[in-house]
C-alpha cells in the first residue's frame, strides 16, 4: 500500500503507512516473544505426576 501511495504522488501517506507496517511488524514481533517466553516458563515450571 505504501509503494502504491508513493507511485500516486502521496509521500507524506507513504510514510505514514511505512511508518504504521513498521510498528505492526515490531509489535508482533514482540507479541509472540512474549509467547513464546510464557510457553518456556510453564513448560520448564511444572512437573507431570
Known amino acids: ?3 502504491n501511495s508513493y507511485n500516486q504522488g502521496d509521500i507524506e501517506g507513504s510514510k505514514r ?3 504504521n507496517a513498521l510498528w505492526v511488524a515490531v509489535a ?3 507479541i ?3 509467547i ?3 510457553y518456556c516458563v ?3 515450571t511444572t ?3
Request: proline letters at 0%.
Open 47 to 49: 512437573h507431570a505426576i
Open 32 to 34: 509472540g516473544l512474549v
Open 42 to 44: 510453564v513448560h520448564f
Open 36 to 38: 513464546i517466553g510464557i
Open 28 to 30: 508482533s514481533i514482540i
Open 17 to 19: 503507512l511505512g511508518r
Open 1 to 3: 500500500m505504501a509503494l
